[in-house]
């Protein structure tokens, strides 16, 4: 009697242990599909995801070698160092100001500049009046958007040359 219960509670054990062992082996390739199908779809094989972590990875310094083009990590470093000269007759043209000064960070909207001949963004600037924009454009300023280097970093234009690239600018953008 003892004995014939002892096997029958071993039976139900025996079962008991299979049922929990199968049930972990379907837990862990359920786990393992679901994660092929999400995780590595959506975030290991996601280029936007490798390129953000190779940027992570990056070094944090270039080095600029003498004869190799410089890495450009600043806007401002887009600014040619030795601008091309303006003659004369391009004093208060507006346009080759903007060309050789402006261009670089507001041809493209880069680091928050004010797209070029983008009206949208221009209107609500162009409605604080011409006055403000010519003394941030002199002065140069912080804004929300980012930081906007007095007379684009071209300390050699003249206050009438940098108005003339505002006046350039907000005709574009009407
Ligand atoms: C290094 C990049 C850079 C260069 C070069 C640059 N700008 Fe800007 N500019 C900015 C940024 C950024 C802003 C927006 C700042 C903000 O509002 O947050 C801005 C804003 C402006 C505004 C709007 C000012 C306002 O009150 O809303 C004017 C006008 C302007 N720039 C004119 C010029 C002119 C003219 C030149 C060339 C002589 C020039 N910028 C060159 C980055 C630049």
Redesign the pocket.
Same mark, same amino acid.
């Given at each position: 009697m003892s004995s014939e219960h002892d096997r029958q509670f071993f039976d139900t054990f025996m079962i008991v242990l299979g049922a929990l062992v199968a049930f972990t082996f379907f837990v862990y390739f359920l786990a393992n599909s679901i994660g092929d199908r999400t995780q590595v779809r959506y975030n290991d094989e996601n280029p936007l995801r490798a390129q953000l972590v190779a940027e992570r990875l990056s070094p944090v310094a270039q080095v600029a070698v003498e004869g190799e083009a410089a890495p450009v990590t600043n806007?401002?470093d887009l600014?040619p160092e030795e601008p091309p000269a303006l003659g004369p007759a391009a004093a208060v043209d507006g346009e080759a !100001?903007?060309q050789s000064? #402006?261009f =670089? #960070?507001?041809m493209a909207g880069? =680091?928050? =500049?004010?797209k070029f001949a983008d009206v949208e963004v221009w209107a609500p600037?162009i409605a604080?009046g011409l006055d403000?924009?010519y003394a941030?454009?002199i002065n140069g300023y912080q804004?929300?958007?980012? !930081?906007?280097?007095a007379? +684009? +970093?071209?300390a050699d234009?003249s206050d009438e040359q940098?108005r003339a690239? !505002?006046d350039h600018?907000v005709e574009a953008a009407q």
């Open positions: 806007p401002v600014v !100001v903007y000064a #402006c =670089a #960070c507001h880069i =680091a928050g =500049a004010p600037r604080r403000a924009l941030n454009a804004g929300e958007q980012g !930081v906007m280097p007379k +684009g +970093g071209r234009l940098v690239a !505002v600018m």
